[in-house]
Every structure is written in structure tokens, then in C-alpha cells.
């Protein structure tokens, strides 16, 4: 059963706006919490670790932010991960144009709000009323009601607030949800380091990330990086607790690692699912149909690794989920237990 202290805790960080690119009045709210529960935090570009008192035993990382808005005009609003990327030129090749029909219908009517990006400061509120694609700059644009008079370069985050439900919780998860469990890990006696990401969505995190390990890392660099997990239905998501990975579109993972993770999962009863399986799985499908493949996914550890040159290894841990990207994404209870419990012991605490 999930404590009341990690649902009040995942309710509090739920509410708190980190849309990528803006994601500093979060990172002060993390250090509140981290602190209390007795971490040493410090904080770099894009990235904010907290250690405990053996802090090279057990590394953790979880990206932080959420997708949202950016104002960039007056009354015009864009998809922040696109603008905070650098994808807003004019090549007509910077977001494919599939990606961003998706997107388009997923948020009309949902209701926002600014805020201030340092100091998290609330700015007013309005609704998504329609969203397209503009032409000219290859980006999507939303038009909000009620935030008219909202300046250049403000954050627009998506209002939300945690839904417990019988067996499910539900919200923006990705990847407040994580972020939540490392925090929670220091109220347990956590020794290790949790590092805390900015700019994931943007395909930007594994810099800072290795940034730190290049300046501070030692010769066994095994991280693991924590995160949810996609699935098209409930009951796809609920065929395991756990999912796990050999590689992704763009490494191969440590393999010693994660045979680790999948002996615990074995040894304590935790169903599990490898996700380049089950998506090679799904494209043999699409092959026969006569679809493309699509891709086997891109991970923040995936991309430190093809990037680092042997300095950052390990593997990843993530929560299925439904609702993928919207303000109803949800996991199911067990899985979460499941996913806390496997953190603890890997990390001894």
C-alpha cells in the first residue's frame, strides 16, 4: 500500500508548474523537500542533485519537466518543448507534421495558467481554446482565453492536481511521479545521489547530466534513471509492474545492470516487460500490415551513454502508463508500490 506521505508529497509537486525551459521555481520547491529530509543539495544548469551521506553507492535520475506553454508574442502561445528544442525555423523539417497533429487536439479546453519561471509566481489563468499549425514557422500555436495581456517568455503550465483513485493515480505524471520517489527515497534513510533534470522533453537533460559525471564522477559510473513508461491501454499497462530495457533508439544499456534489475524483479515476485521487445513486437505487426516501423523509443540514459564514451552507463526503471503526454495520465497502485520497492533495494535502504 502507498504511504500517505508519498500521496501528500505527490500531490504537492503535482500542483507546482515546471513547464521545460522553465523548470527553476520547481528545482526551489525539490530543495525544500530534499533538505528537509536531510539531503545536501546543490544545483547546476539544468540540473539539481541531492546527496546523501554515502553518495557514490546508489545513483538515481529523473527528469523533472513537464510539458506546457511558452508565450511568444502577444496572445500567442507555442508548444514549449518545440521552442525550448530550437525547433521553430523555418526548414519545415524541424517537428514532424504527424507528431504535431497529435498534439493539436490533445489539450483544447484544458485550463492553464502563467507563472513567473525564477520565482514560480502565479500570473493568471485562462483555457485553451484552439490549437493549429502554423505554416510558417512549423510550430503549433494555441490561443487562450483569459491570458491576453501575458508577456513574451513567460511559462504556461497546465492546471492539475493528483487524482487518487481505487487503484490508480492520475495527473501529468511524467515524470512528476519519479521526481516524487527519489525525494520520498531521503524520508527512508536514501544514501546515495538523485540528480534531477531539466529540458528532457526537449532533448536537452543528458547534457547536464554529463556535464556532472565529467567533473565529478569516478570510475563506475552505474546510473539509473527513472521515468514512466507509455501504453496504449489500461490493460496493456497493467500486464506488468515494471518496465525495463536492454537499449533504445539510441544505446545499448549496461547489461550486467540490468540483469540486476530483472533478477530483483524475479526474486521479489514483480511482473516485468522489456519495452524494445515489446516495441520490436508491435513493429513486426505494423511490418505485416504494411505500416512503418516506428521507433523503440529515446531515453535520457540512452542518449548520456552513446554520448559519453564509456564514462556513464546503466539502465533504466520505469512505471507503465496510460494517457501518455495529457493531464490524465495514470498508473495503476501496485505498479507504483512495485516501482518504490525496487528502488529501495537497490539502493539498500
Same mark, same amino acid.
Given at each position: 500500500?502507498?504511504?500517505?506521505?508519498?500521496?501528500?508529497?505527490?500531490?504537492?509537486?503535482?500542483?507546482?508548474?515546471?513547464?521545460?525551459? =522553465?523548470? +527553476?521555481?520547481?528545482? &526551489?520547491?525539490?530543495?525544500?523537500?530534499?533538505?528537509? @529530509?536531510? #539531503?545536501?543539495?546543490?544545483?547546476?544548469?539544468?540540473?539539481?542533485?541531492?546527496?546523501?551521506?554515502?553518495?557514490?553507492?546508489?545513483?538515481?535520475?529523473?527528469?523533472?519537466?513537464?510539458?506546457?506553454?511558452?508565450?511568444?508574442?502577444?496572445?500567442?502561445?507555442?508548444?514549449?518543448?518545440?521552442?525550448?528544442?530550437?525547433?521553430?525555423?523555418?526548414?519545415?523539417?524541424?517537428?514532424?507534421?504527424?507528431?504535431?497533429?497529435?498534439?493539436?487536439?490533445?489539450?483544447?479546453?484544458?485550463?492553464?495558467?502563467?507563472?513567473?519561471?525564477?520565482?514560480?509566481?502565479? @500570473?493568471?489563468?485562462?483555457?485553451?481554446?484552439?490549437?493549429?499549425?502554423?505554416?510558417? &514557422?512549423?510550430?503549433?500555436?494555441?490561443?487562450?482565453?483569459?491570458?491576453?495581456?501575458?508577456?513574451?517568455?513567460?511559462?504556461?503550465?497546465?492546471?492539475?492536481? %493528483? *487524482?487518487?483513485?481505487? *487503484?490508480?493515480? =492520475?495527473?501529468?505524471?511524467?515524470?512528476?511521479?519519479?521526481?516524487? =520517489?527519489?525525494? +520520498?527515497?531521503?524520508?527512508?534513510?536514501?544514501?546515495?545521489?538523485?540528480?534531477?533534470?531539466?529540458?528532457?522533453?526537449?532533448?536537452?537533460?543528458?547534457?547536464?547530466?554529463?556535464?556532472?559525471? @565529467? &567533473?565529478?564522477?569516478?570510475? !563506475?559510473?552505474?546510473?539509473?534513471?527513472?521515468?514512466?513508461?507509455?501504453?496504449?491501454? !489500461?490493460?496493456?499497462?497493467?500486464?506488468?509492474?515494471?518496465?525495463?530495457?536492454?537499449? *533504445?533508439?539510441?544505446?545499448?544499456?549496461?547489461?550486467?545492470?540490468?540483469? %540486476?534489475?530483472?533478477?530483483?524483479?524475479?526474486?521479489?515476485?514483480?511482473?516485468?516487460?522489456?519495452?524494445?521487445?515489446?516495441?520490436?513486437?508491435?513493429?513486426?505487426? &505494423?511490418?505485416?500490415?504494411?505500416?512503418?516501423?516506428?521507433?523503440?523509443?529515446?531515453?535520457?540514459?540512452? @542518449?548520456?551513454? #552513446?554520448?559519453?564514451?564509456?564514462?556513464?552507463?546503466?539502465?533504466?526503471?520505469?512505471?507503465?502508463?496510460?494517457?501518455?503526454?495529457?493531464? +490524465?495520465?495514470?498508473?495503476?497502485?501496485?505498479?507504483?508500490?512495485?516501482?518504490?520497492?525496487? %528502488?529501495?533495494?537497490?539502493?539498500?535502504?
Amino acid at each position: 500500500m502507498l504511504s500517505d506521505d508519498f500521496i501528500d508529497l505527490l500531490k504537492l509537486l503535482v500542483r507546482q508548474p515546471s513547464v521545460v525551459g =522553465a523548470e +527553476h521555481s520547481f528545482f &526551489r520547491v525539490l530543495q525544500r523537500e530534499l533538505e528537509e @529530509r536531510g #539531503a545536501k543539495v546543490t544545483w547546476y544548469e539544468g540540473l539539481l542533485v541531492a546527496q546523501g551521506s554515502d553518495p557514490m553507492s546508489t545513483m538515481f535520475s529523473a527528469h523533472i519537466d513537464r510539458h506546457g506553454l511558452v508565450c511568444t508574442g502577444p496572445n500567442e502561445f507555442q508548444y514549449a518543448a518545440f521552442v525550448s528544442a530550437n525547433r521553430t525555423d523555418l526548414l519545415n523539417n524541424s517537428v514532424s507534421e504527424e507528431l504535431m497533429s497529435k498534439i493539436t487536439e490533445r489539450f483544447n479546453h484544458e485550463d492553464v495558467y502563467a507563472y513567473d519561471p525564477w520565482s514560480g509566481i502565479y @500570473r493568471g489563468k485562462g483555457v485553451i481554446k484552439h490549437a493549429y499549425i502554423c505554416e510558417f &514557422r512549423n510550430n503549433l500555436i494555441f490561443e487562450i482565453d483569459g491570458l491576453e495581456d501575458v508577456v513574451a517568455g513567460t511559462p504556461i503550465a497546465f492546471k492539475d492536481k %493528483l *487524482d487518487v483513485q481505487e *487503484d490508480r493515480l =492520475a495527473g501529468q505524471l511524467d515524470n512528476v511521479i519519479s521526481a516524487a =520517489a527519489l525525494v +520520498h527515497l531521503f524520508s527512508l534513510g536514501f544514501k546515495g545521489t538523485a540528480f534531477f533534470t531539466a529540458q528532457e522533453e526537449a532533448g536537452k537533460s543528458w547534457r547536464y547530466l554529463l556535464e556532472w559525471f @565529467r &567533473r565529478f564522477g569516478g570510475s !563506475t559510473n552505474r546510473l539509473f534513471v527513472v521515468d514512466t513508461s507509455p501504453f496504449p491501454s !489500461t490493460e496493456a499497462a497493467n500486464k506488468q509492474r515494471l518496465v525495463l530495457r536492454e537499449k *533504445d533508439a539510441n544505446a545499448t544499456f549496461n547489461k550486467e545492470t540490468t540483469q %540486476l534489475i530483472e533478477n530483483l524483479c524475479t526474486q521479489h515476485g514483480m511482473s516485468y516487460l522489456y519495452k524494445n521487445r515489446y516495441a520490436e513486437a508491435e513493429n513486426n505487426k &505494423r511490418e505485416a500490415n504494411g505500416l512503418p516501423a516506428s521507433s523503440i523509443g529515446s531515453t535520457e540514459l540512452g @542518449r548520456i551513454i #552513446a554520448a559519453s564514451n564509456g564514462l556513464v552507463d546503466g539502465t533504466t526503471i520505469q512505471i507503465p502508463t496510460t494517457g501518455y503526454h495529457t493531464m +490524465h495520465e495514470s498508473a495503476s497502485n501496485e505498479s507504483v508500490e512495485a516501482f518504490i520497492k525496487i %528502488l529501495k533495494i537497490v539502493s539498500n535502504t
